[in-house]
């Protein structure tokens, strides 16, 4: 954890550059301080395929991430976390934003400690090829 999920409309697809997007959530992330662990962080994207978004104009576009964590931040870490991912996505997407409808939105949610069940070698891994 965390995990960074972006859903993004098919029209975006050769545009939006979605993988530099995910890499650079994923720096975002890595600069909060060491608040998250780099072998927990997972972005990653769906792309959405049919979708109708205002007046159906087929230029209208949105991404919509979900940024989920588990518990054992405070309320400013988190804060600064999110505001520092939103304008992340709003940069990314300005060019985009300057010639079609389009609409950004983060959301959060903050898993609590029974809400989850883990696994995994990732942590062990990385100690290793350091």
Known sequence: MPHFIVEYTGNLKAEGRIPE???????????QDGIF?????????????????ADGDPENAYIH???????GRSSEEIKRALDALFEMMKDHFKDQCERRGIALSLEFTELGA?????HGNLHERMKLKS
Do not use: N, T, W
């Open 114 to 118: 029974h809400s989850r069940y883990r």
């Open 21 to 31: 997007l995910l890499q650079k959530a994923s720096q975002v992330l890595q600069a």
């Open 65 to 71: 991430a979900h940024f989920k964590i588990g518990p």
């Open 37 to 53: 662990a780099m072998p927990g962080i997972r972005c990653r994207a769906i792309q959405v395929d049919e979708y109708y978004i």
